[in-house]
C-alpha cells in the first residue's frame, strides 16, 4: 500500500509541476510587437492627432448641465483629463485654476474632465476652489480621452486646442503654468 501512495504522489507531483512550469511559461512571454501603423508608445499615439481637428464631445458637468466643446469655439481651450486618486493631477490642478484666472480675459478657456465619480469629483472641486467648467465621465470620458490621442489611457493628460479647433499640443503628464503658458502664448490673437 505505501509504495502505491508514493507512486500516485510522485506521479501528482511531476503533473503538477509540469503543469505550473507551463502556466509560469506562458505568463512571462514578451509583449506582442504591434501591427505595422499601430503606436508604439504614448508620444506615438499623441503625435497622431497633433494638426487635426479637436474631437467633439458632450460631457455634463457637475450640476448635470451637458457641455460641448463647440461651446468655447474661438477659444484656446486646455482640455485636461484627470481624476481624484491621481497625484500628479492633484498636484496640477492650482497651475491650471491660476491659468484660467490669469489668462481667461485673454481667451483661455480650461476645461477639466474628471474620469472618476461625480461625488468625489464635486468633494474634490469644492475643496480645491476650481474655478473652470468640470466635466465628469467615467467610461465615456476615458473614450474621449482616447479621441484625443490617448490610447495608453495616462493621467493627467492635457490637449491644447487653438482658436481653429484643432489639436496645438498635447501634454503627457503634470503639466506646470509655466509649459501651458509657453504653449498658449503663440496660439492668441
Known amino acids: 500500500m505505501k509504495t502505491g501512495n508514493l507512486v500516485t504522489g510522485a506521479v501528482v507531483a511531476v503533473i503538477l509541476g509540469v503543469s505550473g512550469y507551463a502556466l509560469w511559461q506562458g505568463s512571462f512571454r514578451p509583449p ?5 501603423g499601430e503606436e508604439r508608445s504614448p508620444a506615438a499615439a499623441a503625435s497622431k492627432v497633433l494638426g487635426q481637428s479637436a474631437p467633439e464631445f458632450t460631457l455634463a458637468d457637475l450640476e ?6 463647440s461651446e468655447w469655439q474661438g477659444k484656446v481651450v486646455v482640455v485636461n483629463f484627470w481624476a481624484t486618486w491621481c497625484p500628479p493631477c492633484r498636484r496640477e ?3 491650471l485654476i491660476q ?3 490669469e489668462w ?21 472641486s ?17 473614450e474621449i480621452s482616447r479621441r484625443y490621442g490617448n490610447r495608453f489611457g495616462q493621467l493627467p493628460y ?24 509657453r504653449i498658449i502664448e503663440p496660439l492668441l490673437p
Open 126 to 142: 469644492d475643496t480645491m476652489g476650481i474655478n473652470y467648467p468640470i466635466l465628469v465621465g467615467e467610461a465615456e470620458a476615458v
Open 104 to 124: 481667461g480675459e485673454r481667451g483661455v478657456q480650461v476645461v477639466g474632465i474628471a474620469i472618476d465619480q461625480p461625488q468625489l469629483v464635486e468633494e474634490y
Open 64 to 69: 448635470g448641465t451637458p457641455h460641448r466643446l
Open 99 to 101: 491659468l484660467q484666472e
Open 158 to 181: 492635457t490637449a491644447i486646442v487653438d482658436p481653429r479647433g484643432e489639436i496645438a499640443a498635447i501634454k503627457r503628464g503634470e503639466i506646470t503654468l509655466e509649459q501651458a503658458q
Open 32 to 36: 506582442a510587437i504591434p501591427p505595422a
Open 93 to 95: 490642478i492650482p497651475a
